[in-house]
């Protein structure tokens, strides 16, 4: 019996060791399969498998959306030629915004939809919705895709910008999940000028590493990096890897959301829409990630919201944001009992 009770004590042991080296974007990562689950893949072999499989890669079509006030429900779609740029709603007079969806979405996700939606009710906008769901076929094919979409988006921006005017000071490219990549890719080869904003909407982190800021969205991408982190350590980074990183609810679990669901990675996307239209995300200034996970902050904030216009001048760093468990989710004012 002794013997019994010290094999199974070493065996919990053994188990609990397992499970503690397996540290997910350091040693490896879950990464997520079309049926919903996830399954372990260590780094070496991660590494050997992006590097083998590169030669079998397609390159993903990368299609472009334009939704303006003047159609605001049906995109049309739109090339990097001057006709269909002039047979197009396109104003270069007004601010652009580039939406990118994540994996297993397209241009008609809902996601995409109610961010367009909430950049149309502040007025006159080009929304110019990429798609690139040709590359939804498995997680691994959708990441080795990466590069060569943002590239292609990086294109459409550099000929809007030298062709017809369009203002890369105003420029916003907001991508969620795999499409925050996508946009990070598109800062690096946009040609000689450069994106004023990206927003990173809970940013990948399966086979993406923090190491590496040359293969993922980085700080450097644009004027001004915004990282909104909802599901970190899980499907998101947990680490900031923007000029300034917002952690809503600590940056890890959303309020109602089981930890390892979709859900806490989705609300990103809620939380920036509703951000964009109420600019009600009140943010509390922290040490640093560890800080915002624990909500070890202070409780006190003076001017910068999540996802507003105005924090590529003023913010810099990382950010606690309160959330509420229903719509409308963000805080006006910082609750007292915080």
Avoid at 99 to 120: E, N, P, R
């Amino acid at each position: 019996m002794e013997v019994f009770l010290a094999l199974t004590a070493l065996l919990a042991v053994d188990t609990a060791l397992s499970i503690q080296e397996r540290i997910n974007g350091e040693n490896g990562w879950y990464v997520p399969k079309i049926d919903g689950t996830s399954e372990w893949m260590d780094l070496h072999k991660a590494k050997t498998l992006l590097v083998n499989v590169k030669r079998f890669l397609f390159d993903a079509d990368v299609s472009f959306y334009l939704y303006t006030s003047s159609n605001p429900t049906k995109g049309k779609k739109i090339s990097a030629s001057k006709s269909s740029i002039h047979d197009s709603y396109f104003n270069k007079d007004h601010p652009t915004r580039f939406v990118i969806h994540g994996w297993t979405k397209s241009y008609l996700d809902s996601l995409t939809i109610i961010i367009t939606k909430a950049w149309l009710s502040r007025g006159d906008y080009n929304i110019i919705v990429v798609d690139w769901a040709d590359a939804r076929t498995n997680y691994l094919a959708a990441v080795l895709a990466v590069p060569g979409a943002g590239g292609k988006v990086g294109e459409m921006i550099e000929y809007l910008h030298d062709s017809h005017g369009m203002s890369l000071k105003s420029l916003i490219v907001i991508g969620h999940s795999l499409g925050a990549h996508v946009a990070g890719y598109s800062g690096k080869t946009v040609g000689s000028g450069r994106i004023n904003t990206i927003i990173g909407l809970d940013p990948a982190l399966p086979l993406f590493s923090y190491y590496a800021p040359n293969r993922r969205l980085s700080s450097d991408d644009a004027f001004y990096v915004e990282s909104i982190q909802t599901n970190g350590g899980i499907f998101g980074f947990l680490k900031p890897i923007g000029k300034a990183a917002f952690y809503p609810n600590g940056g890890m679990q959303q309020p109602e959301c089981n930890l390892i669901s979709f859900c806490s990675h989705v609300l990103s996307v809620i939380y920036y829409a509703e951000a964009v239209t109420h600019k009600n995300f009140a943010a509390i200034k922290c040490r640093n990630y560890i800080a915002a996970m624990r909500r070890d902050c202070s409780s006190t904030y003076k001017h910068v919201r999540m996802g507003a216009i105005g924090n590529a001048h003023e913010a810099e760093g990382t950010f606690y944001v309160p959330v509420k468990q229903n719509a409308p989710f963000g805080y006006n004012k910082i609750p007292t009992d915080l």
